[in-house]
């Protein structure tokens, strides 16, 4: 057969059953297909009824929730399932520029219920909210999804009869006690605990499993082999409660690089960075260290978990130290070869506020 005689929605099916023929728990792989395939034919559904493109729909729809089916983490599934698909439907190289960005922004949209967007990303919302209420026939609806599930039903001219349940939200106290955990120090205690296991670059131990996890491409062991002190302040960052996703949007790279750090740390709603040369600056522990040509020639070309500091002497948590593939604890010069420092808030909840334009290279 010629590879005409397929249609392009044919090979993220493909893509999909791959990832659910791997699942080893039958209720999580019945729960994806229903959710990803029912997503899909509601969004086609819906498409023919707006005059859109049904199989771009369709995609969309198949793929919405792909970063959390393929790496069981739920956090940011919405902008994390964009940056996941981003790489897929660019090497496949059957879409159009335009068609790729309509396919991610409407995933990275898809949770943004009460904001209106183009009307691919609304189509995405109503069929998301629609598969989840005809799957859970019976259940009260959150009244966040209400009125998109009574208006798509509306539109489809099927009948509806639920009731809406209210929003649950986190009281003053709960939200001031977690405020106050100090995540910087838990950020320090992670890294050195791991840091001093000595964890090694290879698919065999189970922490580098760990930290390549968020990771969502099937080679990424390979992949970032010889390169995983990014990644490995990442997962130290995640474990102490500083939960980020795996990509800042519209960034230089995914925070598995060291650039990453960089550029978000930078952002003016962010602002956490403090150049080394800012002689008034003092690195205290639990502050991430940004190298400046410590390894190559390249900038910012290496990081780790700062655990002290004293005079000329600074102590770090290291992820591949010294491009050695093994995690180590390491002193380096304090005024050496480094870049910067990011002091993470301990209040920081991530949150982004931009227009999000998905890179397509």
Same mark, same amino acid.
């Given at each position: 057969?010629?590879? +005409?005689?397929?249609?392009? =929605? ?16 039958? *209720? =999580? ?11 899909? +034919? ?37 902008? !994390? ?14 879409? *159009? ?6 396919? =991610? ?32 026939? %019976? ?11 009574? !208006? ?12 809406? *349940?209210? &929003?649950?939200?986190?009281?003053? &106290? ?33 922490? #580098?499993?760990?930290?390549?996890? #968020? ?7 390979? +992949?970032?082999? %010889? ?29 598995? %690089? ?15 960075? $403090?150049?080394?040369?800012?002689? %008034? ?14 390894? *190559?020639?390249?900038? $910012?070309?290496?990081? +780790? ?25 390491? $002193? ?30």
């Amino acid at each position: 057969m010629s590879p +005409g005689m397929y249609n392009r =929605l044919d090979n993220l099916r493909v893509i999909v059953d791959e990832m659910l023929l791997k699942m080893t728990d039958a *209720t =999580l792989a019945r729960n994806a297909y229903v959710q990803l395939y029912g997503a899909s +034919g509601f969004a086609a559904m819906l498409a023919a009824k707006r005059g859109l493109n049904q199989e771009i729909a369709a995609i969309a729809g198949l793929m919405h929730d792909y970063y959390a089916f393929k790496t069981g983490i739920t956090e940011f599934n919405d902008q !994390n399932s964009a940056e996941a698909v981003r790489p897929i439907v660019r090497d496949l190289g059957i879409f *159009t520029n335009d068609e790729r960005k309509t396919i =991610l922004c409407a995933i990275f949209h898809q949770t943004e219920l009460g904001s209106i967007h183009d009307d691919y990303d609304e189509l995405i919302k109503d069929a998301v909210v629609v598969q989840r209420y005809f799957y859970n026939v %019976g259940k009260k609806v959150p009244s966040k999804e209400a009125w998109r599930v009574k !208006n798509a039903l509306r539109e489809l001219a099927l009948p509806y009869d639920f009731e809406a *349940t209210d &929003e649950v939200f986190e009281n003053n &106290e709960t939200s001031s006690k977690r405020n106050q955990v100090d995540k910087r120090r838990m950020l320090a205690d992670v890294a050195e605990k791991l840091a001093s296991l000595g964890i090694e670059g290879i698919p065999a131990d189970h922490n #580098y499993r760990d930290i390549c996890r #968020y990771w969502p491409e099937d080679k990424i062991y390979q +992949g970032i082999k %010889g390169s995983w002190c990014a990644a490995f302040v990442y997962h130290c960052c995640r474990k102490a409660g500083f939960l980020l996703p795996i990509r800042y949007p519209n960034g230089m790279c995914r925070f598995a %690089g060291v650039g990453a750090w960089q550029e978000w740390a930078k952002l003016p709603d962010v602002n956490f960075f $403090h150049s080394a040369s800012d002689k %008034g600056f003092t690195p205290l522990r639990g502050d991430i260290v940004i190298y400046e040509k410590l390894l *190559t020639d390249e900038p $910012h070309d290496h990081i +780790g978990v700062v655990l002290s500091c004293e005079q000329e002497d600074l102590f770090v948590a290291e992820g591949n130290m010294d491009n050695k593939n093994k995690s180590s604890l390491v $002193h380096r010069n304090r005024w050496g070869k480094i870049s910067g420092y990011i002091r993470i808030d301990n209040g920081y909840h991530y949150k982004f506020c931009g227009e999000y334009n998905p890179r397509l290279d």
